[in-house]
């Protein structure tokens, strides 16, 4: 029988190629309902094309819009955080893939963990903020969360059949970005096109900003923290710009086990959806008789601050990675439209930190509290960004 799939963020750079997947596997799977935000244009077309049950936007205002790019085909629509709840935790439906950018996913994701999903995860800023109810809830619920991030996919696929206790470390490797091998003094005067143009990988706009500031792999650490229940001092990066092995995991012997493959997201979504089997697809594939180089290096943390200060948040633990994610989300979105210099996001994020710290929030915060932090964060880094010639040096 066909595995019911609700996917989150389906007109999304993950969502469309979770799509590509189920179009390779035609018989294998069944969208049960697909979750977006804005853009009800390519929901439409999707919903056309795989007839999905349930729809879900982010706001109602544009629900009769929708239903006429529908062209007579009548799911069910609904809307916001609630609806996409609603959706990831359809009685029919065996499979929830979150690939909905920020903290947004947090509730969706829990509620298709609370009714026993399999949840394939994308949305890593849902672990980042919420790990500590995400992972007891996982357990509690007997839910296997499956990786869809290529590093944490490759050290999930390393880690079939090793012992946890001889685990020594995970090596999260980094391309690096579009400004690897830049001076500090360099970021000060690159632009918006400069950070979008990444080496390797084609992706959203948030993470490809993120992965330019390499908050990205900060957000990864704080993840694999959460996955692979490892502590920080055990979770290494190291950059690799060819971005051909995507993990490492070392043992206790050590033995380096690595997973190598292309740059091509589909791979990970394919595993994590038909996990543990590795099917063969049409997918191109690695020749490493094609000139592969593995090249590493050290991370430059003066160039990337981003992410000493996530294993700092990480460490520190509580609502703290809540607070650094929200920051980043704010900052990254109004450096996206054009309003703040690519050095200024970090400056806002590291703000937002220094507050938190002068304020007095629960130290085991719950789902309530987390959600309160995410929102004061996003307050403070909004703040900042108006009060921007104070603490920004001027925008
Ligand atoms: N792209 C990659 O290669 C990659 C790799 C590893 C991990 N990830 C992670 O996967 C997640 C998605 O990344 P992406 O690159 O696919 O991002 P993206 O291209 O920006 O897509 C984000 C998706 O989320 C939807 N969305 C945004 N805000 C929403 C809201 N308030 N309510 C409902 N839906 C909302 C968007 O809908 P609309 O566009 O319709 O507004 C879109 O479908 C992120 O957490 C990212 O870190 C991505």
Redesign the pocket.
């Known amino acids: 029988m066909a595995i019911k799939i609700t996917l989150?963020?389906?007109?999304?750079?993950?969502?469309r190629?979770t799509l590509e997947v189920v179009d390779e596997f035609p018989e294998l799977f069944k969208v049960e309902a697909l979750?977006?935000?804005?853009?009800?244009r390519?929901?439409a077309e999707q919903a056309r094309k795989y007839r999905p049950s349930y729809l879900?936007?982010?706001s109602a205002h544009r629900i009769a819009k929708l239903q006429e790019l529908l062209s007579g085909i009548k799911p069910t629509v609904l809307t916001?955080?609630e609806g996409?709840k609603e959706v990831a935790a359809l009685p029919e439906v065996d499979l929830v893939l979150t690939?909905?950018?920020?903290a947004?996913?947090i509730e969706p994701t829990l509620a298709a963990i609370n009714a026993g999903k399999r949840v394939a995860l994308?949305?890593?800023?849902t672990l980042v903020a919420a790990g500590s109810i995400i992972m007891p809830a996982a357990l509690r619920n007997n839910v296997k969360i499956i990786p869809?991030?290529?590093e944490h996919s490759a050290i999930f696929q390393c880690l079939q059949g090793v012992s946890p206790g001889d685990v020594e470390r995970l090596v999260l490797t980094a391309s690096g970005g579009p400004f690897r091998g830049y001076r500090p003094e360099d970021l000060e005067k690159v632009t918006l096109e400069q950070a979008l143009n990444h080496p390797n990988?084609?992706?959203?706009?948030?993470?490809t900003i993120?992965s330019a500031t390499m908050f990205?792999k900060g957000?990864e650490i704080i993840e694999a923290h959460w996955l692979f229940g490892l502590e920080f001092d055990r979770i290494d990066v190291v950059i690799h710009p060819e971005s051909i092995i995507h993990s490492l995991v070392v043992l206790a012997d050590g033995s380096h086990l690595a997973q190598m493959g292309l740059c091509d997201?589909r791979l990970p979504i394919q595993y994590a959806l038909t996990y543990p089997k590795h099917l063969p697809n049409s997918f191109p594939k690695l020749d490493l008789l094609k000139g592969a180089q593995l090249n590493f290096q050290p991370v430059d943390s003066k160039l990337f601050p981003a992410i000493e200060l996530a294993y700092q948040a990480g460490r520190f633990g509580g609502s703290l990675p809540a607070a650094l994610n929200a920051a980043n989300e704010e900052a990254v979105k109004t450096f996206l439209k054009g309003k703040i210099r690519f050095v200024d996001i970090i400056r806002v994020v590291s703000e937002v930190v220094a507050r938190y710290h002068r304020e007095s929030f629960a130290a085991a915060p719950d789902l309530e509290e987390i959600l309160a932090v995410d929102s004061w964060a996003r307050l403070q880094a909004n703040e900042i960004i108006e009060q921007g010639r104070k603490f920004l040096g001027g925008i």
Do not use: C, F
């Not at 994308?122 to 800023?125: L, S, Y």
């Open positions: 989150l963020g389906s007109t999304g750079s993950i969502g190629q979750a977006a935000g804005s853009n009800i390519l929901l879900v936007i982010d916001g955080i996409m690939a909905v950018v920020g947004v996913g994308a949305n890593k800023e869809v991030d290529s990988w084609d992706m959203g706009g948030k993470i993120d990205n957000l997201m």
